[in-house]
Structure formats: C-alpha cells, structure tokens
C-alpha cells in the first residue's frame, strides 16, 4: 500500500498543527489522529492485517518533533512578551488610576459649583421673587444690574490693552530708526526705555515662531549696539573723578536692558585696570632676570594695591549700585578682578614652584601669607560696606569695625578686621561654574568630615571671592609632603656642605662639641619646616611633616654615627701602644697627652650624645604641643567655632574649609591630632639609639683593646699541643710528682685586668656620661636601667609613661644595636656612682667573656692531654676571677665542663644533648669522632 507523501502530511503548518492539538483532549488521541493516515487499512476477516510501512512514520516524527520544538520556542517567546508588557504597563495602571480619582474630585468640586450658580440663578428667577404684578424684585434688578457692569469693566480693560498692544506692535516698523537716531544723539537712557518697551510687546507675536525669532534678533542686534556705544561713554564716565552721576545713569540704562552682568563686566574692567597692569609686572620666576622681583617680593606691594582700590570702591559703589547690594558688588568686583589676571595665579605659583625647585616651598609659603593677610583685609572692607549700607549689620556678630590701612600689609603680619566666617562658595554665577566644579570633587577621606552649611552673611555676599583667591594654592597645599620633603633634603645637603668646609681636624672636645652645633642647625631648619607646615596647610600636613622630619633626623644620626665613629675607631687604632699591652693604660686618660689617645674620645662622644638628645626630647615635646593646636583646624566651623584666628593672624573660613576638603584631610591626621603616637619620631629615635648603643661598644672595646689584644694570641699558645709524656725514672732517682698546674699568662693577665677595672672606675666612674643610658649596654638584661630618651624623658613631669621592656636578649652579643623604644616608670631615680661601676664592670666583664667563649676558644684547633689539663686550669681561673666581680657567664661554666670529659663521658652528653656549642668544639680540638 503506498504511503502519502511528506508534503501531503496532516498537520505540517505550525498553525494547523496548534490547532490540531487545541482541538484533541490527549496526547494519544493527538497522536493517533496524526499517525492515522500512515496505517494501511483494515482488511475484512479473515485476512490479516498488513504491518505499517515504518520509514513514513519515522519521518513523520522527526517533522513532529522539530515543529514541537519550534512551537514551545514561540509559545516561551510569547509569554515573556506578556510578561513584559504586564509588568510595564501595571505601574502605569496606577498612575492612570490616581489620575482618574483626581479628575473625579476635580469634576465633583465643578460640578458642585455649576449646581450652586445654577440654584442660585433659579432663586431669583422664581415666582416669589416677583411682585403679584409680575414685575422683578429690586434684589433681581440689582443683580443684574452689578452683573451687566461687571461684564463691561472686564471687556474695556481687555480692549484697552490690545490697544495698547497693537500700538507697541505697529511701533516695530520704526524701532530700529528710532534706536539709532537716539544713539546717535547720545539719548541713551531713552533709547533704553524704547527697548524695554519693544520688548514687552513680544508677547503679541508669540503664536508666530517665524515673526517672534525676527523681532528677537532685531532686538538683541540692537542692544548689542546701545551695550557697545554706551560701554564706551561708561568707560569715559568711569576715569572721570566727578562722573558718579554719569555712570549711574548708564547703570539704569543697562537694567532697562536687562543686561546687569554686562554692566558690571564694563565697570569692574574699567575700576581694576590699574590693577590688572600692575600685575603684569615682570617676575624672576618667569625668566625676566635678576633685576626683576621675586613673586613673594611683589605679591605685598600689590596686594596693597587692591586693599586700596577696593577702598576707594566702598564710597563709589553704593552711589551706583542699589545699597543693599553693595556688599555682594564689591565681593564680584573682587573675584572678577582675580579671574581676568593674566598671567593667572595659578601659572605663576606653577613658575614659582619651576624656577626654585626643591627650594620653593618657602617661596609657596610667603605667597600664601600674604594672600592670606589680603583675604582678611578683603573681608574686612566687605564688613565695612556692610556696615555703611545696611545700618551697622555686620558678619559673625561683630560689633566694631577696624580695619587698618591697605599700606600696611607690606609691614604687618595680618589684616585686622571683623571674623569672617563664610563657607566654601557655591554661585550659579555660569563664569565660575568650572572652578567649583573642581573643589566639589575634591573628597576628604577623614573620618565623619562634613562641611557645615550655614545661612549667609548679611548682604548675601557671595563668598566665592574666597575660592577664587585661595584656590590657585590648593593643589600645592595638597603637594605638601612632596614640597617639604624635597625642600628638606635640599636644606640638609646645603647644611652638609658648609659643614664638610669646616676644619674637622680638631681634638675630640671640639669635633663633637661640632655634632653639637650641627644638631642645633638642624633642629633650627627642622622648626622652620613646622612653621611652614602651620602656616602653609594650617596643621593639616602634620602627618607628612612628621614622617618628612623624622626621616631627615634618623639620616643625619646615621651619618654622624658613620662620620664620629669610624673616624675614632681610626684614630684609636693608630694610638695603639703595643709596648703596654699587658695593662690598662691610665695614663692615656689624661687630658695632657691628648683626648683623642685613648677611650675618653668615647666619654666625649656619650656625653655629646646626652646633650642632642636633650633636643630630640624637646622637639618631640614641641610637635606634640604643635599636634594639639591643630585640633582647632580639624573642628573648625563657620560661625561660634570659628575666631578668624591662626597663627598671630587672621584669616577667613574659606582657608579652612578649602583644606578640609582636601585630600590632606586624612584619617590618620585624625588619629595623629586624637592620640599622638609615642615615641613621634620613632625613626629618628630608634638611629639615635643604634648611635648611642654602638658609642657605648665602641667605648668598652677602647676599655678593653689591651685584654683582647691578649687574648688574640691564645689560641696560638703551644702548650695546647704539648705532647703528653711518660716520666722515666731511673734507678737511684727520687720521683716528684706534679701537683697542679699554673694559669698561663695571657690568663693571668686578662684576670688582673678584669680586676684593674675597679681601680679605673673608681677614678672616673663618677663621669656623667657613664651614668647615662645605661640600659643600652650590651648584657645588661633585666637591671631596671633607663634607655637613652626615656632616661631623659623620665626627669620630665610625665605622668603618662609606661614599664619599660628588657633591652636586649640574654644571647646578644657585644656587637649587637638592637634597641628597645618603650619608656620606663617616671619614678625611676637616678643611678648612684656605685650602680654606674657596678653596671659598667659587668658589662666589659660579659663583653670580654662573650668574645673569649664565641671567638677565643673556638679558634683552638689541637688540644692534647696536657693542653686540655691546662685549659681547665686556665677557664677556672678565670671563673674564679669573674666570680669575684660578681658577674657569672653560663657559656664559661659549660666551657669547664666540657674540658674536664673524657671520651666515653663526653660521647654519653654528645648523645643526650647533641653536638652543638662547647661539646662540639672540644670534641674538634682533642680529635674524638661521634
């Protein structure tokens, strides 16, 4: 039986196929419907039925199974589509909703309306509101009468002024002849008024876009020309001394023009000429030669120079200008005069900074003080015009004005005058929108820093002046760290080279009395960077001074330590006497024969020490003080928590307010200035300390150069190797034995020079010197001593200290700088000269022990029979000889005991506690293999 083909399927459309399915109530029926046609007919019993042909029904499922898939792809499509339009158009349902509840109110209320008039209207038309004759009411008559006047009031004021614009309208014929026959007969104010009538007639032609846009450019065609030939008599009028009357004349004419800002462009033009040329003046900074002034030189005499325009402004503007807007005339006239600058401000601090490089920052700095000083001044005369125009109103509640003369800002360190108390400006003013653009960008990333914005001052001054004025120095301001720590490096290298041409060949006294001086000129450059830091950024750079004073310190200790020490360890190893190297010798004390010959060049340089580090105390103690001033800055707000006082001078708010928007308004300032750290200098404290600590080793190897000059040749000494001998005794001979051993004589002097110390500290252990700092001598673990700063720290009244830690670890060697920066109970009372020998001996005794248990014995490379017999006497000597100084070394004691094992017992130890240390060593010397 032939099967159809596949174009004669059923159901081969996607359309007929959604129907088939709509139209069948299961999925078998569907099938069976679809596969029906496929299926050879029933054949009548009792033949048997024919098998379907299954390549038909095979691809009949497959077309089944793609329009299955193509049609779920549709039917998601579709219901997304629903969804989205569902969820776009469900909010608008609302709206459409709300808007139809309020139409509803507004139809009730007018309807409500329509039923009253017409109710009322009823009432007067009634049959009882007529006489019985039929004749209307007086009330009616009256009504109407009212009504009908009303009617004819309303239609002869409209018809009035259509009249009277049509009239305006039909003068547009001649306006353009009228307004330059008055320009030309000079009738400005007239020609003003025609203006300013032509331009309320506008209003007739604005259904007609084509005549509108045409009258509106004859109109501002023809105000441009009054603007230009009025500007030019302004200007005239304006350099007359008797023209006031003039120039308020052209100011009315400029209002009835509405053209306000262009007669202010003219007039703060004119008024700031002078000023505009005097800024021209060549500058060093820009190339112009030596002969020229420097921008810190000239900024003062020109600054003076705008105090007195703007003084002479304080009369002259309320004559032209309304009076309550004098005020905010002289602020504009101000801020106009800093923008048309040319070069601008900003490009000659760029010049400044170019020209001086890493040297600039001082330059930066007396530039912003004068500015600063000017901004005072400025606002000073703003509280006066104030106070002239607006019955004695003035900002931040003062009560009297003084305000000095413009001169005086070449001389005086601040512009007296009321507080000014204005926040960082915000104008719509479209000629400055750029510049607050920038500022509002600027973040602060200090903790819960806000600006706080208050109601303006008296007149509505805009205080935009201010952003102008101070601005340019912002992005230098926020530089600082760079600046100052360029500028620093550049002050010490000049300090290096003058002091490099100073003669340095001198006895010890004067070479460090020389460190002395030197650590005064630093210091004094090192308090002019914090007077720059105060004055420039007003204590908002105090965390990148600190790190920039703290590195400059911590370098320069390092530098002397290197230079002084080097240079004394030279000059020691040239004075050696090896004729007196078997004892100390105390002659070499003696000032007579020269401090450099000998270890008092280290009692110099300690007490030298002392001193500079008197002065790192107080510099410390000084930024700490500086630190808690600058909390005002960091709190200050416009109005009751702002005085307009910082630094002997005045300033305005917006010096302020402009850096706590600046990115050095950080959050570590904020906890710098909330709890300042202890020690603040912690470089500069920890280099003075290694200064300190290898001063005092450098002393204790001069104390005992002779004891291990000695102990150099001990490991060379034969005995170590003497070979052990079998005593043959003859016949006839007596025997003798041998009882015990003598200490060798290295031994024997090292111990009486251990000894001799006492004699030596006896003598000059009352040296201040030696008292001081003695916590930082090597091997002093535990004793409770003081640590260089924190000794001197603690005979301040300085409540605030905490226990010290131990300074060093009991394994420190002699050579070690470890330090500890933790200072010590305030009560810690001054050592007495005992403790000072006590303390002293003890170290040298441990300093000589380390150096004979770490490099002494290991050097000994043989030791036989008789050397380890007389090893063992020697390192009990030597104990004994200690003991007596009270001082005890455990490296010693396992030295002894390990020089007393024999084999076997040294192998068993070797076996229980490894072969390290002395073990090992011993074991190397007398050949013993584990």
């Given at each position: ?794 005979s301040r009244k300085d409540t605030n200290k ?58 000994i490379q043989h030791l036989s029979q008789e ?31 390990a020089v007393e094992m024999e084999e076997e ?26």
């Amino acid at each position: 039986m032939s099967t159809p083909e596949a174009g004669d399927q059923p159901n081969s459309s996607l359309s007929a196929l959604t129907s088939s399915i709509d139209n069948t109530s299961s999925p078998v029926d569907f099938l069976n419907s679809l596969l029906a046609p496929l299926l050879p007919p029933s054949l009548p019993p009792p033949n048997k039925p024919q098998p379907p042909s299954l390549q038909p029904i095979d691809t009949a499922l497959n077309d089944l199974l793609t329009q299955l898939s193509l049609l779920s792809q549709d039917t998601a499509s579709a219901i997304e589509q629903g969804m989205s339009d569902v969820s776009r158009t469900v909010p608008r349902l609302g709206y459409d909703l709300q808007f139809m509840r309020e139409s509803a109110n507004g139809l009730s209320v007018s309807l409500g309306m329509v039923q009253g008039r017409v109710a009322r209207q009823a009432d007067y038309e009634m049959p009882n509101n007529k006489f019985p004759g039929g004749e209307e009411s007086e009330a009616v008559k009256a009504f109407r009468a009212l009504e009908k006047i009303t009617h004819l009031d309303k239609l002869k004021t409209r018809l009035e002024s259509a009249r009277d614009t049509l009239r305006e309208a039909e003068s547009w014929s001649t306006l353009e002849s009228e307004i330059t026959t008055l320009i030309s007969e000079k009738e400005y104010a007239k020609a003003g008024q025609r203006l300013a009538e032509a331009s309320r007639s506008m209003v007739v032609f604005k259904n007609e876009p084509a005549e509108w846009e045409e009258r509106k450019r004859l109109l501002v065609s023809l105000g441009d020309e009054l603007e230009r030939v009025a500007g030019e008599a302004l200007r005239e009028s304006l350099k007359k001394d008797d023209g006031v009357d003039e120039v308020r004349a052209f100011w009315e004419v400029f209002m009835d023009m509405e053209r306000e800002e262009e007669f202010k462009g003219w007039y703060f033009k004119e008024r700031g000429r002078g000023l505009l040329e005097a800024w021209k003046e060549p500058l060093v900074e820009e190339g112009q030669g030596e002969n020229s002034s420097k921008l810190s030189d000239f900024l003062p005499k020109f600054y003076s120079l705008v105090l007195q325009t703007l003084s002479a402004e304080l009369s002259y503007i309320p004559l032209v200008f309304l009076p309550e807007s004098s005020p905010s005339i002289l602020a504009s006239f101000f801020q106009s005069t800093l923008d048309s600058l040319d070069p601008t401000f900003s490009n000659r601090l760029a010049a400044v900074a170019d020209y001086h490089g890493p040297g600039a920052l001082p330059e930066l700095v007396k530039a912003w003080e004068a500015t600063v000083d000017l901004g005072a001044g400025v606002q000073g005369l703003i509280d006066k015009i104030i106070f002239n125009t607006q019955g004695g109103l003035l900002s931040g509640g003062a009560g009297e004005i003084d305000v000095e003369s413009p001169a005086t800002i070449l001389t005086s360190p601040g512009i007296s005058s009321s507080s000014p108390n204005h926040p960082i400006p915000r104008t719509n003013s479209h000629s400055h929108s750029k510049r607050h653009q920038s500022i509002s960008r600027r973040f602060s990333r200090a903790p819960n820093a806000t600006t706080t914005s208050l109601s303006p001052s008296p007149g509505n001054v805009d205080d935009a002046w201010e952003t102008t004025l101070y601005e340019p120095f912002l992005d230098w301001q926020s530089s600082y760290s760079s600046l100052e720590k360029r500028c620093l490096e550049k002050e010490v290298a000049d300090l290096k080279t003058s002091w490099e041409k100073a003669n340095m060949k001198q006895g010890g006294k004067d070479v460090m009395s020389g460190m002395i001086s030197r650590t005064a000129e630093l210091k004094g450059r090192l308090e002019e960077a914090v007077a720059r830091c105060r004055i420039f950024t007003f204590g908002f750079g105090a965390v990148h001074l600190i790190r920039a004073v703290d590195t400059c310190i911590s370098r320069f200790f390092d530098d002397e330590r290197t230079s002084i020490l080097n240079n004394a360890k030279s000059k020691r190893d040239n004075n050696k006497q090896k004729d007196k190297a078997d004892e100390l010798d105390l002659d070499e004390l003696d000032d007579d024969g020269g401090d450099w010959s000998g270890w008092q060049v280290g009692l110099h340089i300690l007490d030298s020490l002392q001193k500079v580090a008197e002065k790192l105390v107080a510099m410390e103690d000084g930024l700490k003080a500086e630190l808690s001033e600058y909390a005002k800055m960091l709190k200050a707000q416009k109005g009751e928590k702002w005085d307009g006082q910082w630094d002997g001078r005045k300033a305005t708010f917006g010096t302020v307010s402009l850096l706590q928007q600046s990115t050095l308004n950080t959050a570590d300032l904020h906890a710098l200035i909330a709890s300042a750290p202890s020690p603040i200098l912690p470089q500069s404290k920890s280099s003075l300390l290694t200064f300190i600590r290898e001063s005092q080793i450098h002393l204790q190897q001069t104390i005992l150069s002779p004891l291990l000059t000695q102990l150099d040749t001990y490991p060379s000494l034969a005995v170590w190797i003497k070979a052990d001998k079998q005593t043959k005794i003859r016949k006839g001979e007596l025997y003798v034995p041998q009882f015990s051993l003598s200490p060798t004589d290295v031994i024997t002097r090292t111990s009486e020079g251990l000894l001799d110390l006492l004699r030596v500290f006896e003598v000059y252990g009352g040296e201040k010197a030696l008292g001081w700092s003695l916590g930082s001598l090597p091997f002093v673990e535990g004793m409770g001593h003081a640590v260089a700063l924190d000794c001197l720290s603690s005979s301040r009244k300085d409540t605030n200290k905490e226990p010290s830690t131990s300074i060093s670890d009991p394994t420190t060697t002699a050579t070690s700088t470890s330090v500890s920066l933790a200072p010590i109970p305030s009560s810690t009372p001054a050592p007495t000269p005992e403790t000072i020998q006590t303390t002293w001996i003890s170290s040298l005794t441990l300093s000589l022990l380390s150096h004979f248990t770490s490099y002494t014995l290991p050097s000994i490379q043989h030791l036989s029979q008789e050397g380890q017999a007389q090893l063992k006497e020697d390192l009990g000597y030597l104990e004994n000889a200690v003991r007596a100084l009270d001082v005890e070394w455990s490296e010693l004691g396992e030295w002894a005991r390990a020089v007393e094992m024999e084999e076997e017992e040294w192998r068993e130890n070797v076996k229980r506690e490894g072969r390290e240390g002395a073990l090992a060593a011993v074991g190397r010397m007398r050949g013993w293999k584990f």
